[in-house]
């Protein structure tokens, strides 16, 4: 096809934007990134800089050094996300299966339980009270896990959704004619031909534990359990605190606090499985989102 | 299920039914007592607003307080001042973040390279990915006091002094509206780019030839495409008017005391209250105050879309 002029210069007009968007959006990771690799003095005199004055490596061998307190809340942060995701896959593709069955009694009743969930809930407090004096998950490698992210309403029903438009019912009944079992039709007809949605599900599950914090900060004090944002939290609130309070700062014994390089090079450490794995995961992280516009 | 007056020729029959049930209940069951256990047994715990918490007798055993609590809450500044920030941040969200997500949708598509395309796709989608304690970390990185960008590097390019961000409240409205724009556009972008791909090519075909010119064939085709998730989502936010999110409003100001002025929201509110300040009434009271309210939010924004378009209703 060919382009008249003035349909060219718009072209350019409109990659012009997106590359200053593309811009805003990623400028700010390469400043944090830039942070780590410079010299704690030029930081400290230079302020943050895209180019810094003088690099150094310095944080990320401190990191490997001395950072077996950083090092075992990375490992924290991969376990709670591992456990976290595959309990979360499994409980909701199970409810997400019984939801899809077209003639289970009481289906409507099941769904408006789960999709009540999304209209109201009970808010931070009473769900604060329940977790820490009934079933006592406060500064427990449950208290990580169970709170907030286990099940979400909205995924059950993607996913119940995406099971009755994409399964055919022939396989149901060709299961059942076979002495199938649901269990059987579960694992052997449901998991494989509903791999894209439980990926994608997967995905954002794993990724709201990847990035939690807010759970060790309401129910774990215990810092041996605590994942890399925790950590990454309770860095960035001594810094506030010692900004407020800047008298106490002379009185604290600063070599034992973690340098600005080093903070930022945990925060990046904090980002690069994200980052990582993006482009890999990027057209299912697309493909969940597509598909929590259509309906249920 | 009336087990007992089953007559005997229906009684094989039921319990074939249920036999075949039966495995499905089961495997439905473990989702629904976590449903149970994390969204409706604290719905009940609601009640604890009309109590007078007493954590030695247990939160079942402490006395009623009427409605105490509430008075208490709405007899301070803080009750108008959470109630007027929740709502006026997420007006600005809902339209800050729907028309810019649709304008960068709209141009996106216009993108015919492949990978082009790919690359601004990723890039917007990018911070959306990201955990609130890391963007904490890059806006200090920015904003912080002496070593920040803004005040080392680009506010003496201008002649400005430097602003002390962290305790200066009148900025915070626009750097959360612009973290918020920069952390979660994306999201927006990419439901609009999958609409405006579900778009008809012949309908843009037609328009081309009745001589329409790009601008207006975004005015009158790619637009009314869009209309049905517009609704959709924008009702999806009016319905969390009365939420927000408590790592944004928490996490990004660094908790600072100052900045409560323009960063309070219910939810950081309601947190402070029950886990900082040791205040269960107050912050009882305006969870209690965010669940009902918020509740009649969803269920009139549903109302009213019902009546004027009823296909795009939530339910």
């Known amino acids: 096809m060919v382009l008249s002029k003035k349909q060219r210069l718009g072209n350019v007009f409109v990659h012009l934007i997106l590359i200053l968007l593309t811009v805003i959006m990623i400028a700010p990771f390469i400043l944090l990134f830039m942070a780590s690799i410079t010299d704690e003095k030029t930081l400290l005199l230079h302020g943050y800089a895209f180019i810094p004055t003088k690099f150094s490596l310095s944080a990320y061998a401190y990191i490997i050094k001395s950072g077996s307190s950083i090092i075992h809340a990375y490992g924290m942060t991969f376990v709670i996300t591992i456990v976290g995701t595959v309990i979360n896959l499994l409980l909701s593709s199970l409810l997400a299966y019984g939801l899809s ?3 289970l009694p009481g289906k409507k009743f099941i769904s408006f339980f789960v999709f009540f969930t999304m209209l109201f809930n009970g808010g931070l407090v009473p769900t604060y009270l329940m977790y820490t004096t009934i079933f006592h998950i406060k500064n427990t490698f449950f208290g990580l896990i169970i ?25 149901y009944e060709a299961c059942q004619i076979d002495g199938g079992g649901h269990l059987v039709i579960f694992k052997h007809v449901v998991l494989p031909l509903g791999k894209p949605i439980m990926v994608s599900m997967g995905l954002f599950a794993g990724l709201a534990y990847w990035n939690d914090w807010t759970n060790a900060l309401y129910y774990v004090n215990n810092r041996s359990l605590w994942g890399i944002q925790s950590l990454l939290n309770e860095m960035i609130s001594n810094i506030q605190y010692l900004n407020q309070n800047s008298n106490v700062a002379t009185n604290l014994n600063m ?27 990027q057209k299912y992280f697309a493909k969940g989102i597509a598909v929590g516009a259509v309906k249920g | 299920m009336t087990q007992k007056n089953g007559s005997l020729p229906i009684q094989p029959k039921k319990n074939k039914k249920l036999k075949q049930w039966l495995p499905v209940y089961l495997m439905m069951l473990p989702g629904l007592v976590y449903l149970f256990i994390n969204n409706y047994l604290p719905m009940a715990g609601l009640v604890i607003a009309f109590k007078k918490v007493n954590f030695s007798t247990g939160i079942f055993k402490s006395p009623w307080c009427g409605l105490d609590n509430f008075e208490f809450l709405f007899k301070t500044k803080d009750a108008f001042i959470i109630t007027r920030n929740t709502l006026l941040y997420n007006f600005a969200f809902i339209i800050v973040n729907t028309i810019l997500a649709i304008l960068i949708a709209i141009l996106i598509s216009e993108i015919r390279g492949k990978v082009a395309k790919t690359v601004y796709q990723s890039a917007v989608l990018l911070p959306f990915l990201m955990s609130y304690v890391i963007v904490s970390y890059i806006v200090y990185a920015f904003l912080s006091g002496d070593t920040g960008m803004i005040n080392h590097s680009v506010l003496p390019l201008l002649g400005i002094s430097k602003i002390d961000w962290y305790s200066s409240d009148k900025y915070w409205p626009y750097i959360i509206i612009f973290v918020n724009f920069w952390k979660s556009v994306g999201y927006g972008v990419l439901i609009y ?21 790009k601008f207006k064939q975004v005015v009158h085709v790619t637009l009314p495409a869009l209309v049905p998730s517009i609704i959709t989502l924008t009702l999806l936010s009016i319905g969390r008017i009365f939420y927000s999110d408590f790592s944004l409003f928490y996490q990004v100001p660094m908790n600072s005391g100052m900045l409560y002025n323009t960063t309070q929201t219910i939810d950081t509110y309601v947190y402070r209250g029950l886990l900082t300040l040791g205040n269960v009434g107050m912050a009882s009271a305006a969870g209690f105050y965010q669940s009902c309210v918020g509740f009649i939010l969803v269920m009139c924004s549903n109302l009213i879309v019902k009546k004027i378009s009823p296909d795009n209703a939530l339910f």
């Not at chain 1, 990046?268 to 482009?279: A, K, S």
């Not at chain 2, 075909?205 to 010119?213: K, M």
């Open chain 1, 101 to 103: 069955l077209k003639d």
């Open chain 1, 147 to 171: 709170p907030q992210f286990l099940l979400s309403a909205m995924n059950v029903i993607m996913m119940r959704t995406y099971f009755q438009n994409s399964i055919p019912t022939e396989l």
């Open chain 1, 255 to 281: 070599s034992k606090f973690p340098s600005t390089s080093v903070r930022m090079a945990i925060a990046f450490i904090g980002l690069l499985p994200v980052l990582v794995l993006f482009p890999f995961l």
């Open chain 2, 193 to 213: 780019i999958a609409g405006i791909a579900g778009i008809d090519s012949s309908y843009y075909e037609a328009a081309a030839l009745d001589g329409a010119t």
